[in-house]
């Protein structure tokens, strides 16, 4: 035998045994499991499969990712179906738009939305440019706001610090708003230098005193800012209303800390509620005293539960003075709304649908001659061209998405929000899996996601006959009903106002 046959065999040798090795401790391992889980009590699954029930827990993991790839068919999944999420994946791109062969959509589903064609399309010669629309008229420095689709409330803090600097920049480079959320005004946001809606958030990051309560100057010193158009208080959020957020002490960097005025390090919890406002009355008269300070359109966020609340509203606004104490926009959020983390029974259950609300509240505010004074701004899983369309037919005269960005910035829809692991950089401060977040590339498709929304936006219009997207209305799009009839939304919702006690002025909430 050579020595190249002796070593061979050694080799070979050592080989096999460290095969038996492993073999022999994965058979005492799989003994170990066994024993340890035909004993233990606290899972059946694994008392009663000892080994074998352990595979659940990582398929099931596994599920949450591969999900999407191999199981769920384009319309299927929540909370947003792949057919919607691949819309806005091109639109951010800016790749072709197209689609072949037919519609994935079944159009006699119940809640489908159609819009109405006019025969005589719109010509290409008589297309206009969408219109800007001015909000808070009497206001010493009125916002003119040129995009009808903006960027809806994120915190820096639920967001990073990448996701916040691409959607200011792609935000500006758009001509749209950003709202900076309840997290406060950070560097980042000021990045871009477009416009910013200030959120005064239940915990008044960024404007609070050291008691919590609003602090004058603060709110003077970021009024300061040229880029801060409006302020918004927040009264609910869809996912979450009447809970508060909490950001982890891991998360409060020293920018959040900075940003928010709060300490670094320390778990950062926003109440339930406003302390300070907790009547129709003292909403008013804190949304008189913004305006009042800062000079700049100011109006507030809410989810809605019922309509008498908008009554008591519109009558307190009229016996207060329009000019003076209406809101300059109200923000309704949608029940099905996103969040950073919310309780799952608030996320599933709580708060109306904005497919429900919008065209509620639009009438209550036109009922009580007030829709022209205050803007109505839509927000709740409309990321699409065919949702916002319906929302501006429906009565908004705006749109604000914050899903529909964060799509845009490369989510994946991992639901790992509140998990500080979000895989692509948008909801982590984990700075490795920042690193996958690019803000100037990432800004150029937030730009390009908006630019597509409002062309796609126009070319319904023009299909429906119209010059721009603005000129929309109720007669321009029908609903398919439970019989699989269609029917336009002008005589939908008269009909829901006059039949559902909810949309009846007398209702109790
Ligand atoms: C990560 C994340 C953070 C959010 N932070 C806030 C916030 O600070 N303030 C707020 O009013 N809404 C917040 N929202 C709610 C959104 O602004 C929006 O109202 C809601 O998600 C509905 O829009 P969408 O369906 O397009 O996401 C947040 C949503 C997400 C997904």
């Not at 050694?10 to 460290?18: A, K, P």
């Not at 008189?288 to 989810?303: D, N, Y």
């Not at 369309?389 to 994946?412: E, K, P, Q, Y």
């Not at 409002?454 to 299909?463: L, N, P």
Request: net charge neutral.
């Amino acid at each position: 035998m050579s020595d190249f046959d002796v070593n061979s065999l050694f080799v070979l040798e050592i080989f096999v045994d460290l095969l038996i090795l492993l073999l022999g401790i994965g058979v005492l391992c799989i003994a170990y499991m066994y024993v340890v889980d035909s004993r233990q009590t606290k899972h059946a699954i694994r008392r009663n499969f000892p080994v074998v029930g352990r595979f659940r827990y990582f398929f099931e993991t596994l599920g949450e990712f591969f999900r999407q790839y191999f199981f769920a068919m384009d319309r299927e999944e929540m909370p947003f179906n792949r057919a919607k999420r691949s819309w806005v994946y091109r639109a951010a791109k800016n790749v072709d738009g197209t689609v072949a062969f037919g519609s994935t959509k079944s159009i006699s589903e119940p809640g489908a939305v159609l819009f109405v064609t006019h025969p005589f399309p719109t010509l290409a010669e008589d297309y206009a440019a969408p219109q800007a629309m001015i909000i808070g008229p009497h206001c010493q420095q009125p916002f003119k706001a040129s995009s009808f689709f903006n960027v809806s409330a994120m915190s820096f803090g639920a967001i990073s610090q990448p996701a916040v600097s691409a959607l200011s920049r792609g935000a500006a480079q758009a001509g749209c708003w950003i709202n900076t959320g309840e997290g406060g005004l950070s560097p980042h946001h000021l990045e871009g230098g477009g416009d910013i809606v200030f959120q005064i958030g239940t915990a008044k990051y960024g404007v609070r005193d050291d008691g919590g309560k609003l602090d004058d100057e603060k709110l003077l010193a970021i009024s300061a800012h040229p880029e801060v158009k409006m302020f918004e208080i927040k009264i609910s959020q869809g996912a979450k209303p009447g809970k508060g957020g909490i950001l982890p002490g891991i998360k409060v960097t020293e920018v959040i800390a900075m940003t928010r005025g709060i300490p670094i390090g320390e778990d950062s919890i926003s109440p339930n509620g406003h302390a300070d406002i907790r009547s129709v009355d003292q909403l008013l008269t804190t949304l008189a005293h913004v305006r009042e300070l800062t000079g700049k359109p100011v109006g507030f966020k809410l989810v809605v539960g019922g309509s008498s609340f908008f009554d008591e509203l519109c009558e307190a606004i009229k016996l207060r003075g329009v000019e003076q104490f209406a809101p300059d926009f109200i923000t309704i959020d949608s029940g099905d709304g996103g969040t950073g983390a919310a309780p799952q029974s608030l996320l599933d259950s709580a708060g109306l649908s904005i497919r429900e609300t919008l065209p509620l509240v639009s009438d209550r505010l036109l009922e009580h001659g007030l829709r022209d004074r205050i803007r109505v701004i839509a927000a709740g899983k409309l990321i699409t061209p065919v949702d916002v369309a319906w929302a501006l037919c429906a009565g908004a005269d705006f749109v604000v998405s914050a899903r529909g960005f964060m799509f845009a910035l490369g989510c994946i829809q991992a639901m790992q929000c509140n998990k500080n692991t979000c895989p692509t950089g948008v909801t982590t401060h984990d700075k490795d899996l920042q690193k996958g977040l690019d803000p100037t590339d990432k800004a150029t498709r937030v730009a390009s996601y908006v630019a597509n929304m409002e062309m796609e936006v126009g070319t319904i219009a023009h299909s429906c006959g119209v010059r721009e997207p603005r000129q929309l209305n109720r007669r321009h799009a029908r609903i398919v009903t439970d019989l699989g009839q269609s029917v336009p939304l002008d005589v939908l919702y008269r009909k829901q106002a006059e039949q559902n006690p909810l949309f009846s002025t007398s209702s109790e909430e």
